[in-house]
């Protein structure tokens, strides 16, 4: 089984599994869990890192976070902190683990860059989950699913 975490606030944890006569089904999904610090939403260490072993994956694939164009700085350091707090989370708890820049895996996987496409994307790969993708904001549920499915195809 891969997990494929996609690292942001509304990003989501995807096990999938890696049989091929399955089609790579989704075997579990985790919204990503937050809790509030000092009246900001930040990512629940303790939940992930609770979900992470209840469901022990061959490998975990993280999205590489980086800053955009325009952003400001409370922005990018909020996108690397969630970022840096996943991977450290791995590290810690010994789990193996890599890395990839968005811009990366979504162009070898013919990925858009657009949230819809890819939402829409995932409800035609998995149609019997199709459901977990309908809404707008489930579009972190649909970049985890095709990161996961990335890293299966290409034997990572």
Not at 70 to 91: F, H
């Amino acid at each position: 089984m891969i997990l494929a975490i996609d690292p942001g606030l509304k990003g989501a944890l995807v096990w999938m599994a890696e049989d091929d006569n399955l089609g790579h089904p989704i075997v579990d999904f985790l919204d990503m869990p937050t809790i509030k610090i000092r009246d900001r939403d930040t990512v629940d260490a303790h939940t992930v890192l609770a979900a992470v072993q209840a469901r022990m994956a061959r490998l975990v694939i993280i999205e590489r976070v980086e800053t955009r164009p325009g952003n400001g700085a409370v922005a990018a350091l909020k996108t690397g902190y969630g970022g840096g707090l996943l991977q450290g989370i791995m590290i810690g708890a010994g789990i193996p683990h890599m890395m990839v820049l968005a811009k990366t895996w979504k162009q070898k996987a013919g990925v858009p860059a657009d949230k819809g496409e890819c939402r829409a994307m995932a409800q035609r790969l998995w149609p019997s989950s199709a459901h977990l993708f309908k809404r707008v904001k489930d579009d972190g549920r649909a970049d985890a699913a095709l990161l996961a499915r990335w890293a299966i195809t290409s034997q990572i």
